[in-house]
């Protein structure tokens, strides 16, 4: 199926773009990898009158220092995020997930941008932000405004996004030093969204645990993170043990959802599995294992 008819708009710059937005509002979609609205143009799920597209907006694929954070322009590629050497030392779990998404030729031409603005509950890189806390910075025409990830996603493909708006960059928190993190999906097939997933950071001072994040994706519309849970297990030893009892507390407190492929308690097992793996996989690096 071809795409209904569309007036296509290639923007030089920024404020090109954003004049354009401001203008055009709800008739217009931006294009950025087109891995997402593409087929959802052919589907002719989506019907802009407008498609703006960024893909000159070369200075906004960039990964850079930003104080105690690292910061990403919104056109940068999900390999660029996977390949990056700087993200990988500061911020290691922002590759950890980038380096799973769908295939090779998707994460050649998906963008941070496009896949944080098109929220799909199980997208790896919103399931990153939300666990890091990361400010999302858009702009519209005059003016720009910061957003933490937990306020951006709204729901199941909706964000906090308004028509004039392009997301443009966001920032990470840099890890401190000695953190460690990973991430474990469960998908049917390779390639595939996840049916969930579960991204953790531990960091740990005197031979206890200091800092330690979790959040899951599949579990509900937005990922979350489960603060109540991890709080309780700060202060503590981190071992075989103290990783057992995480994530056993872990899908204690979630209230996963059903639908008709998956059942709600299968989501809790996955949940449960997950995370066991991934604090099992921090412990591991801690030590050094395979780091
Ligand atoms: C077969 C297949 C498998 C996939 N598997 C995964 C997976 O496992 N995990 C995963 O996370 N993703 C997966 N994806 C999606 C992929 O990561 C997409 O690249 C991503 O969701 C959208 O990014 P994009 O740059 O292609 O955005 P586009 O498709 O260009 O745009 C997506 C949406 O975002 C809007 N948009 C784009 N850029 C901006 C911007 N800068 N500001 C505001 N709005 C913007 C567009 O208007 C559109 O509504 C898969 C896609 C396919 C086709």
Redesign the pocket.
């Known amino acids: 199926m071809k795409p209904a008819a569309f007036k296509y708009h290639r923007p030089a710059s920024l404020d090109e773009a954003l004049a354009l937005l401001d203008q055009l509002g709800p008739q217009a979609?931006?294009?950025?990898?087109?891995?997402?609205?593409?087929?959802?143009l052919n589907l002719r799920l989506?019907r802009?009158e407008h498609?703006?597209d960024?893909n000159d907006l070369t200075e906004?694929a960039y990964v850079r220092e930003s104080g105690d954070a690292v910061e990403v322009g919104?056109?940068t590629?999900?390999y660029q995020l996977a390949d990056s050497v700087y993200v990988r030392q500061h911020c290691p779990l922002l590759t950890q997930a980038a380096m799973?998404?769908?295939?090779y030729a998707?994460?050649q031409?998906?963008?941070?941008?496009?896949?944080?603005?098109?929220a799909?509950p199980?997208?790896?890189?919103?399931l990153v932000a939300v666990a890091l806390d990361a400010r999302i910075t858009?702009a519209r025409q005059g003016s720009r405004r910061e957003i933490a990830a937990n306020d951006f996603f709204q729901a199941a493909m909706t964000t906090a996004?308004k028509p004039q708006?392009?997301?443009?960059s966001v920032r990470f928190p840099k890890f401190k030093t000695g953190e460690v993190s990973a991430y474990r999906?469960f998908?049917r097939r390779h390639?595939?969204?996840?049916v969930v997933a579960v991204a953790a950071t531990l960091a740990v001072e005197d031979g206890q645990v200091q800092r330690l994040r979790l959040a899951l994706s599949g579990i509900a519309p937005v990922p979350q993170r489960v603060d109540s849970v991890t709080r309780q297990f700060e202060g503590r030893r981190p071992d075989a043990q103290w990783a057992m009892d995480v994530a056993a507390a872990v899908a204690e407190a979630v209230q996963p959802e059903e639908d008709e492929r998956v059942s709600a308690s299968y989501r809790r097992e996955l949940a449960h599995s997950l995370s066991l793996s991934t604090l099992t996989r921090t412990l591991e690096k801690l030590e050094g294992v395979g780091a």
């Open positions: 979609r931006l294009l950025s990898g087109g891995q997402s609205l593409g087929p959802m989506a802009p498609v703006i960024l906004f919104g056109l590629r999900h799973t998404i769908g295939h998707i994460r031409r998906g963008t941070l941008g496009g896949s944080l603005a098109n799909d199980v997208a790896q890189l919103a858009l996004l708006e392009l997301l443009l999906m998908n390639g595939d969204f996840a």
